[in-house]
Nanobody, 115 residues
Framework: QIQLVESGGGLVQPGGSLRLSCAAS????????VAWYRQAPGSQRELVAD???????NYADSVKGRFTISRDNAKNSVNLQMNSLKPKDTAVYYC?????????WGQGTQVTVSS
């Protein structure tokens, strides 16, 4: 059974940093592209960043230069380093991958940026 589990969310002040992790079980995550999405209350889920199987990365304009997506193959995980956080980054962050045309999502981790 394939599962994705996010961790690392929490409450942080504006300008602070958090590092989210998406750990996989039941599959080898390095074989697939992985994306981070987020959903704020009352808003649609939006793509934050993704990384291809080959390591190419893509970021939403709103997080470019502040967020970094990377793989930790030893831990079978994908991380999202978030720096210079802003209140508008407040959302539930979800990890996503697609394996043989089947989408897999984690349960989400809450990130709250507030003073």
């Amino acid at each position: 059974q394939i599962q994705l589990v996010e961790s690392g969310g929490g409450l942080v002040q504006p300008g602070g940093s958090l590092r989210l992790s998406c750990a996989a079980s039941g599959t080898i995550l390095s074989r697939y592209g992985v994306a981070w999405y987020r959903q704020a209350p009352g808003s649609q889920r939006e793509l934050v960043a993704d990384i291809t199987k080959g390591g190419a990365t893509n970021y939403a304009d709103s997080v470019k230069g502040r967020f970094t997506i990377s793989r930790d193959n030893a831990k079978n995980s994908v991380n999202l380093q978030m720096n210079s956080l802003k209140p508008k980054d407040t959302a539930v962050y979800y990890c996503h991958t697609e394996i043989f045309y089947t989408a897999f999502w984690g349960q989400g981790t809450q990130v709250t940026v507030s003073s």
